[in-house]
């Protein structure tokens, strides 16, 4: 297999790489779909559905980390990656932020629909008159504070990697990944300490849906800039050749982004102080 792609590389004619067959995204796939039906088992109390949900997601995980193995593979170790793909996986990167940004755009819909014309049964108020909002000033903007903070460290990374100051680059990732755990925390800690709760009307459930898949984005941003972290001291990334990583500030960013609406949108306009 090597022998060929050395040989592929030296006589083809075009700069793009032509992927070899992989197994991965079927498995991926078929994973996925698993996933999806173990986790509606949970959800709807079957019994020894916590069982099979955690054995789909662990062979989930599995296929996804061969899949990227082979990936990484092609970009650091035979030099599949030309510029001409990294543009090509840039656009992929920032069409997949799109999606993104529409998921968490339909949920804003519905927020701002709700607040802004409250039905009846709500008193014709928002938040509604039976909910007890949550400070905006207390632990949310701690959690403001320490996103953005997260954005500095990441850009200050970046700017380190292209500069070639490689323990710049592994402390601004370390501060990076250490912020999301804190700001991780903080979420899960006001969760607890809540009012209200996710079965609380539209409110609730709208609150906790937004802010969730928000708390999720940062545990998956944070695991990125990990993995970033491990192939950086493997010496995956040069001043030129460092795209996942660039994936990885972009979707940060993303992240960040959001917060700030979240931030402005639902804890402070949304709330009854």
């Given at each position: 297999?090597?022998?060929?792609?050395?040989?592929?590389?030296?006589?083809?004619q075009h700069p793009f790489h032509l992927v070899n067959p992989s197994p991965w995204p079927l498995y991926t796939s078929?994973?996925?779909?698993?996933?999806?039906?173990?986790?509606?088992?949970?959800?709807?109390?079957?019994?020894?559905?916590?069982?099979?949900?955690?054995?789909?997601?662990?062979?989930?995980?599995?296929?996804?980390?061969?899949?990227?193995?082979?990936?990484?593979?092609?970009?650091?170790?035979?030099?599949?990656?030309?510029?001409?793909?990294?543009?090509?996986?840039?656009?992929?990167?920032?069409?997949?932020?799109?999606?993104?940004?529409?998921?968490?755009?339909?949920?804003?819909?519905?927020?701002?629909?709700?607040?802004?014309?409250?039905?009846?049964?709500?008193?014709?108020?928002?938040?509604?008159?039976?909910?007890?909002?949550?400070?905006?000033?207390?632990?949310?903007?701690?959690?403001?504070?320490?996103?953005?903070?997260?954005?500095?460290?990441?850009?200050?990374?970046?700017?380190?990697?292209?500069?070639?100051?490689?323990?710049?680059?592994?402390?601004?990732?370390?501060?990076?990944?250490?912020?999301?755990?804190?700001?991780?925390?903080?979420?899960?800690?006001?969760?607890?300490?809540?009012?209200?709760?996710?079965?609380?009307?539209?409110?609730?459930?709208?609150?906790?849906?937004?802010?969730?898949?928000?708390?999720?984005?940062?545990?998956?941003?944070?695991?990125?800039?990990?993995?970033?972290?491990?192939?950086?001291?493997?010496?995956?990334?040069?001043?030129?050749?460092?795209?996942?990583?660039?994936?990885?500030?972009?979707?940060?960013?993303?992240?960040?982004?959001?917060?700030?609406?979240?931030?402005?949108?639902?804890?402070?306009?949304?709330?009854?102080?």
């Amino acid at each position: 297999m090597t022998n060929f792609n050395v040989f592929q590389n030296k006589y083809e004619q075009h700069p793009f790489h032509l992927v070899n067959p992989s197994p991965w995204p079927l498995y991926t796939s078929f994973s996925l779909f698993s996933m999806a039906i173990s986790f509606l088992l949970y959800f709807n109390f079957y019994k020894n559905g916590y069982l099979y949900m955690l054995l789909t997601l662990i062979v989930f995980v599995f296929f996804l980390f061969r899949w990227f193995i082979d990936i990484i593979i092609e970009s650091t170790y035979e030099g599949n990656h030309t510029f001409k793909v990294q543009a090509g996986l840039r656009y992929g990167v920032l069409l997949f932020i799109v999606s993104e940004i529409m998921f968490f755009f339909s949920f804003f819909w519905s927020f701002l629909h709700c607040s802004l014309a409250p039905a009846i049964d709500m008193g014709n108020v928002w938040p509604p008159k039976y909910i007890i909002t949550l400070d905006p000033w207390g632990l949310p903007l701690v959690n403001t504070v320490i996103l953005l903070s997260s954005g500095v460290t990441v850009t200050l990374a970046h700017k380190a990697i292209i500069g070639n100051q490689r323990q710049l680059v592994t402390l601004g990732i370390i501060a990076t990944v250490l912020y999301g755990f804190v700001f991780s925390g903080i979420q899960y800690y006001e969760y607890l300490e809540a009012p209200f709760n996710i079965n609380d009307g539209i409110y609730g459930s709208l609150f906790f849906m937004l802010t969730g898949f928000h708390g999720f984005h940062v545990a998956v941003g944070s695991i990125f800039l990990f993995v970033c972290l491990i192939r950086h001291i493997n010496y995956h990334f040069s001043a030129t050749q460092h795209i996942g990583f660039e994936a990885a500030i972009w979707y940060w960013h993303f992240v960040d982004v959001v917060w700030i609406f979240l931030f402005l949108c639902v804890y402070i306009w949304g709330s009854d102080i």
